[in-house]
T-cell receptor, first 113, second 114 residues
Framework: QKEVEQNSGPLSVPEGAIASLNCTYS??????FFWYRQYSGKSPELIMS????GDKEDGRFTAQLNKASQYVSLLIRDSQPSDSATYLC?????????????FGGGTRVLVKP | NAGVMQNPRHLVRRRGQEARLRCSPM?????VYWYRQLPEEGLKFMVY????????ESGMPKERFSAEFPKEGPSILRIQQVVRGDSAAYFC????????????FGPGTRLTVT
């Protein structure tokens, strides 16, 4: 079982709709959770971080964390064509040295005008 | 530009040559992480460094790869005797401390081995 799993997509979303992305992780001691956006040929850009159960909203983005279910999600409201990208879920898994991120394979999102 | 800087952005090496990738962390950040993204694969952690210290190198291949972050100057990821399988995007990220979990990525170095 992969440590961090995402549906690879593509997730096709009409412009203006809500895009819903899911991520599950296997390590129960994971502490910190992140969503990165990566455009083709570019580097990952941090868009959301979440550390405790519940929802966290930032502009059109909402991250949701459920540690009991080992599940983190990202909602993109009012999706725009510029949101078309690959979204990477990342988890900080507690280790002796700490602080390395483990990434899922990414979900490709296509927002159609 | 206060962001993470990497150079070169593109590097072409022939099999057997050495590749040196450089990373300057964001201003105020003293922790550097290197990740590799192979074609059509996810990002994989390689190594985590502080100034003059390797904290975690659990993701580094056992041979040919090394990393350093000297007291002065950028962090360097060195790949000796490159092979075609080393062709990938290499990203550097930085954070201000070990307790600050958010990591910010540089633009990456695209290594092509011919």
């Amino acid at each position: 079982q992969k440590e961090v799993e995402q549906n690879s997509g593509p997730l096709s979303v009409p412009e203006g709709a809500i895009a819903s992305l899911n991520c599950t992780y296997s390590d129960r001691v994971s502490q910190s959770f992140f969503w990165y956006r990566q455009y083709s040929g570019k580097s990952p850009e941090l868009i959301m971080s979440i550390y405790s159960n519940g929802d966290k909203e930032d502009g059109r983005f909402t991250a949701q964390l459920n540690k009991a279910s080992q599940y983190v999600s990202l909602l993109i409201r009012d999706s725009q064509p510029s949101d078309s990208a690959t979204y990477l879920c990342a988890v900080n898994i507690l280790g002796a040295a700490g602080n390395k991120l483990t990434f899922g394979g990414g979900t490709r999102v296509l927002v159609k005008p | 530009n206060a962001g993470v800087m990497q150079n070169p952005r593109h590097l072409v090496r022939r099999r057997g040559q050495e590749a040196r990738l450089r990373c300057s962390p964001m201003k105020g950040h003293s922790h550097v992480y290197w990740y590799r993204q192979l074609p059509e694969e996810g990002l994989k952690f390689m190594v985590y460094l502080q100034k003059e210290n390797i904290i975690d190198e659990s993701g580094m291949p056992k041979e040919r790869f090394s990393a350093e972050f000297p007291k002065e100057g950028p962090s360097i990821l060195r790949i000796q005797q490159v092979v075609r399988g080393d062709s990938a995007a290499y990203f550097c990220a930085s954070s201000p401390s070990r307790q600050a979990y958010e990591q910010y990525f540089g633009p990456g170095t695209r290594l092509t081995v011919t």
